[in-house]
């Protein structure tokens, strides 16, 4: 991120971001904290591309993605980067199997390979057995499982997290702060999280700590 601004205008203007520049490597675990409002939910979504800043550049694996029109960023995304938000945005109405599948739905991958892949990365979360059953019923803590599940199936090389660990408690948010580290350590993913949890923070090697008043940081 090269000299982002980002302004958004609620009861007036505020500031989110001014001339923001940030390096994240290859490879890298890098965390994001700071108070609630201080942008961080909105750092990872420009990374991720959703939301467009009003200036400077966003590179991710050498591509311009702001640059990008939306259905390009769609398109791009595939197998390079995937995000686990922190309001879960699963298709409540289908079955496990289907929400884990979508990201690879238009990318050509055969039917039954395809159906592997999204029993393979259940089985890491424990999901054995769940393709069939519709989210809706399930848990709010195993829909954030399901979640993470649909963002490695693509197999990323960069995995953005909004607060993985808020919604979790007990042996569920051991299970995702686990697969954080594995998915850093033994599949070297760059991986970028925003949280409060100080076990998810202390995986880190980096932490970005962000101010309340927006332009404002220390790394």
Known sequence: MDNVSKTYYVNGEQVVFSNFSLAIHEGEFVAITGPV???????????????????GEVAVLGES????SSRDVSRWRLGRISMVPQVQDLLADFSVAENVAFPMYFDGVARDALLDRVRTVLKRFGLEGYDGTVVSRLSVGERQLVAFARALVSEPAVLLLDEPTEALDGLLKDVVVATI?????????TVVIASHDK???????RVVNLSAKGPVFSL
Do not use: C, H, Q
């Open 37 to 55: 409002g201080s942008g961080k939910s909105t750092l990872l979504n420009i990374m991720f591309g959703v939301t467009r800043p009003d200036y």
């Open 181 to 189: 580290r594995s998915e850093n350590v033994v599949r070297k993913r």
């Open 65 to 68: 993605v702001s640059a990008m």
């Open 199 to 205: 076990r998810a923070l202390g995986l880190a090697g």
